[in-house]
C-alpha cells in the first residue's frame, strides 16, 4: 500500500499529515502529487470530495520551501483561485494544517469582508494566498497588490468559475502572472471552455483522471421521490420528523434548492413546522454564510438548506444525507451536490425530488452521469395529509364570529350610527353649484331686516347687526363676512366704540 512518504514529501508536511491522522493518498493525490514536485504543470480531473486540495497544496508547500525565496512585497507566491468564499476558507484552512511546520504565511481574502482589512493583510506579502477572482481584481486596481511574485497558479473547480462569469478575471490575472510560473487545473468536471482555457494557462500539462467525467460517487446511495410541486414541504417535513423512514440514519441534512429566494421559503416553511434550519446563499453576507456553517458542521443546527453556489464549498465529513429538494437544470451540478455527502471514505444517501416539470431535468442527469436512482413509494397517508384530512394535519381554525351592526335608531345604538342627515349640521357644506332653497333665503331676507329701533329681529344666525359691527374696511359703517382678516375685524370693533359712545 502507498503512503505519503512513498510520494517523496517533506518530513515537516509529513508530521503535519501524522498530526491529522491521515496515512495512505487518495488516488487524486497518488497521481498528482509526484509530478507536481517536479514542477510540471497538472490538469487534474477528479469528482468532489477525492481530496484534491491535498493533492496540489501538499507538493506546493514543498515547492515553496525548497526554493526558499522570500515573501515579495504585496504579492505572493502560490495562489489558490476558488469559486465561492465557502470554499476559499476551506483551503487556507487546509493549507494553514498542512504548512504549520514549514513556517509558511498563508493568508485568505474573499469577498464579503472589509477590503481595508485584506489591504492590511497583503501589505507585507504572503506566502499562500487563496482569493476569489472578484476581491483579487479588486486589490489589484487599488494598487495594494501585484502578481508580479507568483510562483505557483492553482485554479481549483474552475469549471464551476466559468459558470459564475468568471471568465474575463481569469483572462485578465493571466496576463498579470508571470510567464515563468507553474500551473496547476482541479476540476470535478472539464467541458471544452476549460481546456481552450487550459491551452493558455498552462505548458504540456500532466493530465490526470481518476474518474470518467459527471459520474457519481460509488458510497453513495441514490433514491428517487415523485411527489408534486406544491406537496414537496410536506413530503420534506415527514422525512426530517421521522414520520416517513428513508434509508441511512439522519445525522446531518443538506438540502438543495434551485433559487435563493426558494432556500429561504424552505427555512420559513420548516420554522412554522417547528424545524430549525439555516439558509446559505449568494444573499446572505460572509459572516452569516460563516455562521450557518458553523453551526452545521458542530450539529447545533443539522439541517442547512443551500443554493448551487455552496454546492461546492462545503467540505463537511458528517453530512449523511444530501436532498435535491429541486432538481437543478444543469446535470453537473447534480453530481457536485450529492458530492457533500460519502466523504471522508463514509456512506452517503441522496435523495431526489422530482415533480411533473422537472422530468427533463432527471432525464438530462441519468443521461449524464449514467446513474438510476432506485425509486421510494410516497407516504401510505401522504395524500390525505396534504389533503388536510389525515391524523398529521392540525384541525382547521374555527371561524371568527362578526357582531352585526344594530339598525339605526335602535336603542343601544353606537353613537357613531347618529350622523346627521344633511342640512342638520351646521358646519356642513352645500354641494358646489347647489342653490339655496327658497324658503331658506326667504328667513334669511326676513332676519336681515332692521326694525327702526336699531336692534336686530333676531338674535340667532344671520341677524342684523348694529351700525359700527361691522367688519369691513370702513369705520364701522355695515355688516361684514366673519371670514375677512383680522385687520378688518379691529377696524369694526374701533367704529363699535365710537358709535357707543356717541
Given at each position: 500500500?502507498?503512503?505519503?512518504?512513498?510520494l517523496g514529501?517533506?518530513q515537516?508536511?509529513?508530521q503535519?499529515?501524522a498530526?491529522?491522522?491521515?496515512?495512505a493518498p487518495?488516488?487524486?493525490?497518488?497521481?498528482?502529487?509526484?509530478p507536481?514536485?517536479?514542477?510540471?504543470?497538472?490538469?487534474?480531473?477528479?469528482q468532489?470530495g477525492?481530496?484534491?486540495?491535498?493533492?496540489?497544496?501538499?507538493?506546493?508547500?514543498?515547492?515553496?520551501?525548497e526554493?526558499?525565496?522570500?515573501i515579495p512585497?504585496?504579492?505572493?507566491r502560490?495562489?489558490?483561485?476558488?469559486?465561492t468564499?465557502?470554499?476559499a476558507v476551506?483551503?487556507?484552512?487546509s493549507?494553514?494544517?498542512?504548512?504549520?511546520?514549514?513556517g509558511?504565511?498563508?493568508?485568505?481574502?474573499v469577498?464579503g469582508?472589509?477590503?481595508?482589512?485584506d489591504?492590511?493583510?497583503?501589505?507585507?506579502g504572503t506566502d499562500?494566498?487563496?482569493?476569489?477572482?472578484?476581491?483579487?481584481?479588486?486589490?489589484?486596481d487599488?494598487k495594494a497588490?501585484?502578481?508580479s511574485?507568483?510562483e505557483?497558479?492553482?485554479?481549483?473547480?474552475?469549471?464551476?468559475?466559468?459558470?459564475?462569469?468568471?471568465?474575463?478575471?481569469?483572462?485578465k490575472?493571466?496576463?498579470?502572472?508571470?510567464?515563468?510560473r507553474?500551473?496547476?487545473f482541479?476540476?470535478?468536471?472539464?467541458?471544452k471552455?476549460?481546456?481552450e482555457?487550459?491551452?493558455?494557462?498552462c505548458?504540456n500539462?500532466v493530465?490526470?483522471?481518476?474518474?470518467?467525467?459527471?459520474?457519481?460517487?460509488e458510497?453513495?446511495?441514490q433514491?428517487l421521490?415523485?411527489?408534486?410541486?406544491?406537496?414537496?414541504?410536506?413530503?420534506?417535513e415527514?422525512?426530517?420528523?421521522g414520520?416517513?423512514?428513508?434509508?441511512g440514519?439522519i445525522?446531518?441534512?443538506?438540502?438543495?434548492?434551485r433559487?435563493?429566494?426558494?432556500?429561504?421559503r424552505?427555512?420559513r416553511?420548516l420554522a412554522?413546522a417547528?424545524i430549525?434550519?439555516?439558509a446559505?446563499?449568494?444573499?446572505k453576507s460572509?459572516?452569516q454564510?460563516?455562521r450557518a456553517?458553523?453551526?452545521?458542521r458542530?450539529?447545533?443546527?443539522?439541517i442547512l438548506i443551500?443554493?448551487?453556489?455552496?454546492?461546492r464549498?462545503?467540505?463537511?465529513p458528517?453530512?449523511?444525507?444530501?436532498?435535491?429538494?429541486e432538481?437543478?437544470n444543469?446535470?453537473?451540478?447534480?453530481?457536485?451536490?450529492?458530492?457533500?455527502?460519502a466523504?471522508?471514505g463514509?456512506?452517503g444517501?441522496?435523495?431526489?425530488?422530482c415533480?411533473?416539470?422537472?422530468?427533463a431535468?432527471?432525464k438530462?442527469?441519468?443521461?449524464?452521469t449514467?446513474?438510476?436512482?432506485?425509486?421510494l413509494?410516497l407516504?401510505?397517508n401522504?395524500?390525505?395529509?396534504?389533503?388536510g384530512?389525515?391524523?398529521?394535519?392540525?384541525?382547521?381554525?374555527?371561524?371568527?364570529k362578526r357582531?352585526?351592526?344594530?339598525?339605526?335608531?335602535?336603542?343601544?345604538?353606537?353613537?357613531s350610527?347618529h350622523r346627521?342627515?344633511?342640512?342638520?349640521h351646521?358646519?356642513?357644506?352645500?354641494?358646489?353649484?347647489?342653490?339655496r332653497a327658497?324658503?331658506?333665503q326667504?328667513?334669511?331676507t326676513?332676519?336681515?331686516?332692521?326694525?327702526?329701533g336699531?336692534?336686530?329681529?333676531?338674535?340667532?344666525k344671520?341677524?342684523?347687526?348694529?351700525?359700527?359691527?361691522?367688519q369691513g374696511?370702513?369705520?364701522?359703517?355695515?355688516?361684514?363676512?366673519r371670514s375677512?382678516?383680522?385687520r378688518?375685524?379691529?377696524?369694526g370693533?374701533a367704529?363699535?366704540?365710537?358709535?357707543?359712545?356717541?
Open positions: 500500500m502507498t503512503t505519503f512518504a512513498d514529501l517533506s515537516p508536511v509529513l503535519a499529515l498530526i491529522k491522522g491521515y496515512t487518495t488516488p487524486i493525490q497518488e497521481q498528482a502529487i509526484p507536481v514536485l517536479k514542477g510540471r504543470d497538472l490538469l487534474g480531473i477528479a468532489t477525492t481530496g484534491k486540495t491535498a493533492a496540489f497544496m501538499l507538493p506546493g508547500i514543498d515547492r515553496l520551501r526554493a526558499d525565496k522570500p512585497f504585496k504579492s505572493c502560490m495562489l489558490v483561485l476558488a469559486p468564499r465557502e470554499l476551506q483551503i487556507a484552512d493549507a494553514k494544517d498542512y504548512g504549520a511546520l514549514a509558511l504565511k498563508v493568508q485568505c481574502i469577498g469582508t472589509s477590503v481595508g482589512k489591504r492590511n493583510k497583503l501589505h507585507r499562500i494566498l487563496v482569493a476569489t477572482p472578484g476581491r483579487l481584481l479588486d486589490l489589484v487599488q497588490f501585484n502578481l511574485g507568483i505557483i497558479l492553482v485554479l481549483d473547480e474552475a469549471d464551476q468559475m466559468l459558470d459564475l462569469g468568471f471568465i474575463h478575471a481569469l483572462r490575472i493571466r496576463e498579470l502572472a508571470p510567464k515563468q507553474q500551473t496547476l482541479f476540476s470535478a468536471t472539464m467541458p471552455a476549460i481546456r482555457l487550459v491551452g493558455g494557462y505548458h500539462p493530465q490526470v483522471s481518476v474518474t470518467p467525467e459527471s459520474t457519481t460517487a458510497r453513495i446511495a433514491y421521490l415523485m411527489v408534486q410541486q406544491d406537496e414537496k414541504l410536506s413530503l420534506l415527514m422525512i426530517l420528523k414520520r416517513h423512514a428513508v434509508p440514519v445525522e446531518r441534512v443538506l438540502i438543495f434548492a433559487t435563493k429566494h426558494g432556500a429561504d424552505v427555512v416553511k412554522q417547528g430549525e434550519a439555516n446559505i446563499h449568494g444573499n460572509q459572516p454564510r460563516q456553517l458553523d453551526e452545521f458542530k450539529a447545533r443546527v443539522p443551500a443554493t448551487d453556489v455552496a454546492a464549498g462545503i467540505d463537511i458528517g453530512v449523511s444525507h444530501v436532498i435535491n429538494f432538481l437543478p444543469v446535470p453537473e451540478q447534480y453530481v457536485h451536490r450529492i458530492g457533500r455527502t466523504r471522508a463514509r456512506d444517501v441522496a435523495i431526489a425530488f415533480a411533473e416539470d422537472e422530468r431535468y432527471l438530462d442527469i441519468r443521461k449524464t449514467g446513474a438510476e436512482p432506485e425509486r413509494p407516504p401510505a401522504f395524500r390525505a395529509v396534504v389533503e384530512v389525515g391524523p398529521e394535519k392540525p384541525a382547521p381554525r374555527q371561524p371568527v357582531v352585526q351592526p344594530r339598525p339605526l335608531g335602535q336603542r343601544g345604538a353606537s353613537k350610527e346627521p342627515r344633511q342640512g342638520e351646521s358646519c356642513e357644506r352645500r354641494p358646489q353649484g347647489e342653490r327658497p324658503h331658506a326667504a328667513r334669511r326676513e332676519s336681515d331686516r332692521r326694525p327702526q336699531g336692534k336686530p329681529a333676531h338674535a340667532g344671520g341677524a342684523a347687526r348694529p351700525q359700527g359691527h361691522g374696511n370702513g369705520g364701522g359703517n355695515g355688516g361684514g363676512n375677512r382678516n383680522r378688518g375685524r379691529g377696524r370693533d367704529g363699535r366704540s365710537r358709535a357707543a359712545s356717541a
